[in-house]
């Protein structure tokens, strides 16, 4: 089992590494196969921990009403010497967790030191993977939640053991919070600029092709915009490109991608009333990083399957 805490800080290597150059990963190819859903490759080396591999990856927004999850995934892992297969594992869940321990990061570097207050705005796996991780990076007093199915927030709330408040409306989660993550399946803005106090920081982790948008444009303007990767903001995120093609800003807006920032090569927030915005797309370096640590975990342990092909 893969602790968030430890999960964050491989991360975090990872992250830095990419940003230094020292990653061999393109941006991710996707085939849409349908509305709103696409089945995605997305490889990656990381010679420093000597680990390479792919995650294959599908992404069906119409399997929450067939009781199925809308990420599905597979990790396979390779000898990067040798090129020989050492492990296929299942990448939904890391896909969750990985996520998550990015935002930690872009908490832990972005976020103002007295942050006190987390919104998510979501009730699924990403919204629960994140209420486990962020509280490791800060000390949360408060936590509120909403989510557009009354139902799934209803279970959400009552699965976190009293730590989440559950808000009226995505406006009431997000008013004057430090923190808000937004973790729902929208491909339209589910977050309006005039909600966002200065100094808050911001987790977009949706909305990942160039045709969705999960947050308000005059937000993204106004932030101070924070990246995984450059090169994937700029062609795969619609919060980003649509902008651009709209006039707002220039590609010189997205400031800094996190593992700058965390290398400290590039400033985080330059002010406390700043909003920062971190943008997610998720890297294949993060999959493989935490794929590698959940097969040296396991190895250590005597488990998995052992299958000769």
Not at 2 to 28: H, M, W, Y
Not at 128 to 149: G, N
Request: charged residues 20%; hydrophobic residues 50%; contains cysteine.
């Amino acid at each position: 089992m893969l602790s968030p805490i430890e999960l964050v800080d491989a991360i975090e290597g990872a992250l830095v590494a990419f940003s230094s150059g020292k990653i061999l990963q393109p941006v991710r190819t996707a085939l849409e196969t349908g509305d709103r859903s696409f089945f995605a490759l997305m490889p990656a080396l990381f010679p420093g921990q000597a680990v390479m591999g792919a995650k294959l990856v599908t992404v069906v927004p119409a399997n929450a009403a067939r009781g199925l999850h809308t990420h599905q995934a597979a990790i396979s892992l390779f000898d990067p010497e040798t090129g020989e297969l050492l492990a296929v594992m299942d990448g939904r869940y890391i896909t969750e967790i990985r996520t998550a321990a990015a935002s930690a990061i872009s908490v832990r570097h972005l976020a103002r030191k007295d942050a006190k207050v987390l919104a998510i705005l979501g009730s699924g796996v990403q919204a629960r993977s994140h209420l486990d991780a962020l509280p490791h990076v800060r000390p949360f007093q408060e936590i509120r939640a909403w989510s557009p199915t009354e139902e799934h927030l209803r279970r959400f709330t009552a699965s976190s053991d009293g730590r989440v408040r559950a808000a009226r409306s995505a406006e009431e989660a997000v008013r004057n919070a430090d923190v808000v993550v937004v973790a729902t399946s929208s491909i339209t803005p589910a977050i309006a600029d005039r909600w966002v106090s200065p100094g808050a920081h911001v987790i977009a982790i949706g909305a990942c092709r160039p045709s969705q948008r999960e947050v308000d444009p005059a937000l993204i303007a106004r932030a101070r915009v924070i990246v995984d990767s450059r090169a994937a903001a700029l062609v795969e995120s619609g919060d980003i490109v649509q902008s651009i093609a709209e006039g707002r800003f220039g590609a010189e807006h997205v400031a800094a991608e996190l593992g700058e920032v965390a290398a400290g090569t590039q400033p985080g927030r330059t002010s406390d009333d700043q909003v920062t915005l971190f943008k997610s797309l998720g890297l294949a370096v993060e999959d493989v990083t935490a794929a590698g640590l959940a097969y040296r975990k396991a190895l250590a342990a005597g488990r998995g399957l052992v299958v000769e092909l």
